[in-house]
């Protein structure tokens, strides 16, 4: 079993940032691939980025790949994701998430692929 906690989320303005965390523990070991996943108002959860903990392979939603870093530290077990340059569009709840592998079977953006997930955090974005 595998539990994933994210934080960093909150309220800023259009041009900010913020970084995202995601602490994962449990069976983590079987879960290499943690992803970032977002779901604003009325629309579908889609695929932000992703990242291999294990090589440090990285994949980005095309539409934001300037905008976003994603980054991991196995010593502290958790994975970040930078936004910069942050829009009213982006605003949404974001959600990590980790399945055993980003290349193999679906394809890294794929949230039906993910067999763990976290809460989420709120990000919301004003003009």
């Known amino acids: 079993q595998v539990q994933l906690v994210e934080s960093g989320g909150g309220s800023v303005q259009a041009g900010g940032y913020l970084t995202l965390s995601c602490v994962t523990s449990?069976?983590?070991?079987?879960?290499?691939?943690v992803g970032w996943f977002r779901q604003g108002p009325g629309k579908e959860r889609e695929g932000v980025a992703a990242?291999?903990?294990?090589?440090?392979?990285?994949w980005y939603m095309y539409s934001m790949e300037d905008r976003l870093t994603i980054s991991h530290d196995n010593a502290k077990n958790t994975v970040y994701l930078q936004m910069n340059s942050l829009k009213p569009e982006d605003t949404a709840t974001y959600y990590c998430?980790?399945?055993?592998?980003?290349?193999?079977?679906?394809?890294?953006?794929?949230?039906?692929?993910?067999?763990?997930w976290g809460q989420g955090t709120q990000v919301t974005v004003s003009s």
């Open positions: 998430a980790a399945r055993g592998s980003c290349v193999s079977g679906d394809w890294w953006g794929a949230r039906t692929a993910y067999l763990y």
């Open positions: 449990g069976s983590i070991f079987s879960s290499v691939c």
């Open positions: 990242i291999d903990s294990e090589e440090g392979r990285t």
